[in-house]
């Protein structure tokens, strides 16, 4: 059973555009949701995060929007660059012992100039 | 840099080789974790220890040894590996286990021939 799911496997959007990526899971125990961001050649590292009393967290150009209801929640990024190139993981969690723990499948992102 | 080294970088070996990989926080962490992230693949969970004790095992071949003798240090022993082992493999360490942020290192690029 896939605890979590994520979309768009890849996604390419011009600079400046705001790509969306989103997480899908089935466990109401989760009560953290964060992205990690990877590199080529490098370990993941977290990006943003949020927790279920709030419904958005803005951190910079990225944001969370949280859909408590849907079981979602998805990553925007505002006037998206080259840099932002990377493979984006979802990774929600749950207290300790309450759920395994589980990586979305990664969203390989491509910013073109 | 993130607080978790890992050793060595890249590492070839045959399936007949016994070998180790390392891994060091230096956040005064409690929480340590082996990931496997292959192509094509989620990051897939093999090991986690909290407290120094193993707390997770995800069903993961024998061949795959995991040891941590103190909260800071965690191991991965390999022995006859499979070219299927051939991944990159990643240490993360975490305050706490549970819905805490997770501090990954650069990962081991691992190559059986």
């Known amino acids: 059973q896939q605890q979590v799911k994520q979309s768009p496997q890849s996604l390419i959007v011009q600079k400046g555009g705001i790509p969306i990526i989103n997480c899908a899971y089935e466990?109401?125990?989760?009560?953290?949701f964060p992205w990690y961001q990877q590199f080529p050649g490098k370990g993941p590292a977290l990006l943003i995060a949020?927790?279920?009393?709030?419904s958005e967290k803005k951190e910079g150009r990225f944001t969370i929007s949280f859909n408590k209801s849907a079981k979602q929640f998805s990553l925007h990024i505002m006037d998206s660059q080259p840099g932002d190139s990377a493979t984006y993981f979802c990774?929600?969690?749950?207290?300790?012992?309450?759920?395994?723990?589980?990586f979305g499948t990664g969203t390989r992102l491509t910013i073109i100039p | 840099e993130t607080g978790v080294t890992q050793t060595p970088r890249h590492l070839v070996m045959g399936m007949t080789n016994k070998k180790s990989l390392k891994c060091e926080q230096h956040?005064?962490?409690?929480?340590m974790y082996w990931y496997k992230q292959s192509a094509k693949k989620p990051l897939e969970l093999m090991f986690v220890?909290?407290?120094?004790?193993?707390?997770e095992n995800n069903s993961v071949p024998s061949r795959f040894s995991p040891e941590c003798p103190n909260s800071s240090h965690l191991f991965l022993h390999l022995h006859t590996l499979q070219p299927e082992d051939s991944a990159l493999y990643l240490c993360?360490?975490?305050?706490?286990?549970?819905?805490?942020?997770?501090?990954f290192g650069p990962g081991t690029r691992l190559l059986v021939l």
């Open positions: 956040l005064g962490h409690n929480a």
């Open positions: 949020i927790r279920p009393d709030v």
């Open positions: 220890y909290s407290l120094e004790e193993r707390v």
């Open positions: 466990n109401t125990a989760f009560d953290y």
């Open positions: 990774a929600p969690r749950g207290d300790f012992g309450n759920e395994k723990l589980t």
């Open positions: 993360a360490s975490s305050q706490d286990f549970g819905n805490e942020p997770q501090y």
